[in-house]
């Protein structure tokens, strides 16, 4: 079974990093096909805690040839710097390669990214920051730069001029900013060319080849299905495609080569950043998962809101990715709650919702119709069997993959590599 896609099944933060890692011996290539470094994936090895966000997590596992595909937008100095980084700590970062198609993220689309947030006031989308939507605007409006365009330097002034044309205005006359020059743009960018050449390479052929050759290769999303540009909650979301067809286009895969999607799901919910969250919790059980969940983001270190599993939710995602099996995290989390409560359907404005509304106004307004579990105290977080976890967990657990519309293969029980409950094998 050699094409795998790994994504997340909410807004963000499921635990793909872990759940990415867990394959990671068995992968011989993982792939980021989305996103940039707004993505923040942590990964726990002993005692050693990994931070990623440019850079596919399976970039831990010895021996695995990481690839940034062609749908990926890449902030060059933030490449250098986590490849230095790991590199520190001794891990080999040698076999990465970097498709000469994906978008390059530069100062002005940083820079335009925060003003524009500035200027959205209250209607903000609360971004990451990082410049990734105006990249991905660029794109779409063939205005964008590339890695390849780094080798050409003719090429390369003409695109940043035809770029900074329309931007300047922007920001000098909109923005009240300064106004940005071809040439430190040009330089910059440069400055990059000798040391990135090695690791660009036709990441689409590389792929093919791998796969020809009956590899494994591992498709790992940034973001998740409720923040894609297309399915999620628009306009809160990100600007890519971060559910699993966008690993056929991000990477240029035929879609017929994938075989199994995994999605990554907390047995609650989490979001960063604006937008329509209808299990969100304002009391001190929210308070409690955030405390108990450590949620804070691993990009911007904003406080993550917090709130029940929300199925409806799971299943549109097992719906819109094609999802062959689930990997939950973080149950343990919940140990401690006397119930739990999950979210079954939805009543908006008296009338009950038993999927994800496709207007986006009866989703503001959609209030959560709760089914209550029975919770646990025991520790579980040292369980490694089904069998083993408590009768009230394994039940939450049977309930929630009734209502999911995936099988559960897996359950996180800690943040740690070794920490999880494997009921299916996911490669199988
Ligand atoms: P990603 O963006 O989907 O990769 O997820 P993040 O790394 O941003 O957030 C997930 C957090 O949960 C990380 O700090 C992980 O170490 C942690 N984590 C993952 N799985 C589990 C689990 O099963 N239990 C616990 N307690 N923590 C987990
Ligand atoms: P991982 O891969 C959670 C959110 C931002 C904001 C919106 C748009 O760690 O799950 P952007 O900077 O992408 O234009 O911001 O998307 N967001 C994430 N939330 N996890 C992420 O990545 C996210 N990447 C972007 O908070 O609401
Ligand atoms: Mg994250």
Known sequence: M??????????????????TDLLGSRIDYVVKFNGGNNAGHTVVVGNEKY??????????????????????VVDI????????????????????????????????????????????GKRQIGTTGRGIGPTYADKINRVGIRIQDLFDENILRQKVEAALDQKNHLLVKIYNRR?????????????????????????????????????????EGGQA?????????????????????????????????????????????????????????????????????????????????????????????????????????????????????VCVAYDVDGVRHDEVPASQSDFHHAVPIYQNFPGWSEDISGVRRFEDLPKNAQDYVTALEAMSGSRISAIGVGPGREAIVVRHDLLD
């Open 225 to 341: 299905t409720m923040l894609d540009v297309d399915h999620g909650t628009y306009p809160f979301v990100t600007s890519s495609n971060s559910t699993a067809g966008g690993a056929a286009t991000g990477s240029g895969i035929g879609p017929n080569r994938i075989e199994r999607v995994i999605a990554v799901v907390k047995a609650y919910t989490t979001r960063v950043g604006a937008g329509p969250f209808p299990t969100e919790l304002f009391d001190e059980s929210g308070e409690w998962l955030r405390a108990r969940g450590f949620e804070f983001g691993t990009t911007t270190g904003r406080p993550r809101r917090t709130g029940w599993y929300d199925a409806p939710i799971a299943r549109y995602s097992s719906r819109i990715n094609g999802v062959t099996d689930f990997v939950l995290t973080k149950l343990d989390t919940l140990t401690g709650l006397e119930t739990i409560p």
């Open 179 to 219: 106004a940005i020059t071809v040439d430190e743009i040009v330089a910059d960018l440069l400055s990059y060319a000798d040391r990135l050449r090695p690791m660009v390479a036709d990441t689409s052929l590389l792929l093919h080849e791998a796969l020809e050759a009956g590899k494994h290769v591992l498709f």
């Open 2 to 19: 050699p094409a795998i896609v790994i994504i997340g099944a909410q807004w963000g933060d499921e635990g793909k990093g872990k759940a």
């Open 77 to 120: 100095e933030v490449l250098f710097e986590e490849l230095d980084a790991l590199t520190a700590r001794g891990v080999d970062v040698s076999r990465l390669k970097v498709s000469s198609n994906a978008h390059v993220i530069t100062q002005y689309h940083r820079t335009l990214d925060k003003v524009t947030e500035r200027f959205l």
């Open 51 to 72: 931070a990623l966000h440019l850079l596919p997590s399976g970039i831990l596992t010895e021996g695995v040839t990481p690839v940034i595909a062609n749908g990926v």
